[in-house]
């Protein structure tokens, strides 16, 4: 069974640019989550999907971030103009709810480096 | 709002050796769910081990065991017999059993893992 993927892998812009990335979870996952993982530091939780639906998006500065998930499949994470500090991994996951035995499997991230 | 902390930032072990990464967190809520991811230089984020606080017992998956002391809010992960695959950064996450935190991760800052041979 494929994983969850990601893309691009990397990515290198300048600042005040647009940038966008993509992410496939596991066949029949319906919740979906993306992280941001800054240099040493553990992921932070940017937004949660149930299906198309946002349920948890209070940790995204909306200024500049945008995320769909048009068909409850794959989800597209937007950052637009792009600055300095948004320079992270931006990591995606998904997990299928399974009651309380829920588990994350994540994908190999997006490396974004802001010049 | 709960946290995790990972006060060791790198470890080292000698091959076939053990070694213990140690995780402590903060929360008010009785039930959750503690878990270890390790991601290996390639990122891919990988799930280790998992532990649901109402159960006592340490979970152990193969060479990988917890010490979970609910009391004490202690969770480490105990590495045997370890191997140079072992090598990578160590994630301890907590999830809450409930609400509209129920599905997030909160992740400690991580511990490098260095494997010698």
């Known amino acids: 069974e494929a994983g969850v993927v990601q893309s691009p892998r990397y990515k290198i812009i300048e600042k005040k640019q647009p940038v966008a990335f993509w992410c496939n979870p596991i066949?029949?996952?319906?919740?979906l989550y993306w992280y941001r993982q800054n240099l040493g530091q553990g992921p932070e939780l940017l937004i949660r999907?149930?299906?198309?639906?946002?349920?948890?998006d209070s940790q995204l500065p909306k200024d500049r971030f945008s995320a769909e998930r048009l068909k409850g499949v794959d989800s597209t994470l937007k950052i637009q103009p792009a600055e300095l500090g948004d320079s992270a991994v931006y990591l995606c996951?998904?997990?299928?709810?399974?009651?309380?035995?829920?588990?994350?499997?994540f994908g190999p991230g997006t490396r974004l480096l802001v010049l | 709002a709960q946290t995790v902390t990972q006060s060791q930032p790198e470890m080292s072990v000698q091959e076939a050796e053990t070694v213990t990464l140690s995780c402590t967190y903060d929360t008010s809520e009785s039930d959750y769910y503690l878990f270890w991811y390790k991601q290996p230089p390639s990122r891919q984020m990988i799930l280790v081990i998992r532990?649901?606080?109402?159960?006592?017992q340490n979970a152990t998956e193969n060479r990988f065991s917890v010490n979970f002391q609910k009391a004490a809010k202690s969770f480490s992960l105990k590495i045997s017999d370890s191997q140079l695959g072992d090598a990578a950064m160590y994630f301890c996450?907590?999830?809450?059993?409930?609400?509209?935190?129920?599905?997030?991760?909160?992740f400690g800052a991580g511990t490098i893992l260095r494997v010698k041979s």
């Open positions: 999907y149930e299906n198309e639906e946002a349920v948890d």
């Open positions: 532990q649901e606080a109402y159960k006592q």
């Open positions: 996450a907590y999830r809450s059993a409930f609400g509209e935190y129920g599905n997030k991760l909160v």
């Open positions: 996951a998904s997990s299928l709810r399974t009651g309380e035995q829920e588990t994350q499997y």
């Open positions: 066949s029949g996952h319906n919740t």
